[in-house]
Nanobody, 121 residues
Framework: QVQLVESGGGLVQVGGSLRLSCVAS????????MGWFRQAPGEQRELVAN???????NYADSAKGRFTISRDTTKNTVYLQMNSLKPEDTGVYYC???????????????WGRGTQVTVNS
């Protein structure tokens, strides 16, 4: 059993900042790429940013220059620092991770339950 638990969402004004965190726990041998997806109301879930175990990152065009993804491999945690927030950043943010399970040594893609981010204009 693997769990991903997000925190740090909330209500913020335009131009404000939030820092999301996601901790993975459970049957973990190692963790590969971790990332964040966003789902706005009525929209499909879309990638915001991801980061490999070695630290290489990738961003959606909408996130470039404003968001920074980072991770702490010792804590099985990934972060998303979001600055200069806009109303279109509103949505539920989901953490995801490729987890190699301790019991099977097989990878599985884990998802958190999401954290709401609302940006008011």
């Amino acid at each position: 059993q693997v769990q991903l638990v997000e925190s740090g969402g909330g209500l913020v004004q335009v131009g404000g900042s939030l820092r999301l965190s996601c901790v993975a726990s459970g049957n973990i041998f190692s963790i590969g790429t971790m990332g964040w997806f966003r789902q706005a109301p009525g929209e499909q879930r879309e990638l915001v940013a991801n980061i490999t175990r070695s630290g290489s990152s990738n961003y959606a065009d909408s996130a470039k220059g404003r968001f920074t993804i980072s991770r702490d491999t010792t804590k099985n945690t990934v972060y998303l620092q979001m600055n200069s927030l806009k109303p279109e950043d509103t949505g539920v943010y989901y953490c995801t991770a490729v987890i190699i399970q301790r019991s099977t040594r097989l990878p599985r893609l884990g998802w958190g339950r999401g954290t709401q981010v609302t940006v008011n204009s």
